[in-house]
């Protein structure tokens, strides 16, 4: 069974830096997608990034491309997201996910098969 736990949310200042972690457990996921969503209060879950796990293809939303990035470590099978120059805007719980099947890059969460629990991320003005 796929476990992810996500880990390293918190309280950051607007301009500083913040680092997610998603450990994953349960599977080979040498043929996943590895995805971060969030969820403001009030809002959808929207996309973030995603890494494909062989290859390490990445794709971000416009809104944190240039600040955020996205990458894996194989041995110890963990996929994290640093956050550089947040922003308030960028305040939600943070998600992490996995899809085991896809043929385009998944960019929707309906594409996602495995969610993790949240991570909780506030970027104070």
């Known amino acids: 069974q796929v476990q992810l736990v996500e880990s390293g949310g918190g309280l950051v200042q607007a301009g500083g830096s913040l680092r997610l972690s998603c450990a994953a457990s349960?599977?080979?996921?040498?043929?996943?997608?590895m995805g971060w969503f969030r969820q403001a209060p009030g809002k959808e879950r929207e996309f973030v990034a995603v890494?494909?796990?062989?290859?390490?293809?990445?794709y971000y939303s416009d809104s944190v491309k240039g600040r955020f990035t996205i990458s894996r470590d194989n041995a110890k099978v963990t996929v994290s997201l640093q956050m550089n120059s947040p922003k308030p805007e960028d305040t939600g719980v943070y998600y992490c996910a996995a899809a085991d099947r896809f043929t385009a890059i998944p960019l929707s969460r309906d594409e996602y098969h495995y969610w993790g629990q949240g991570t909780q991320v506030t970027v104070s003005s």
């Open positions: 349960g599977r080979a996921f040498t043929y996943y997608a």
């Open positions: 890494i494909i796990w062989t290859g390490g293809r990445t």
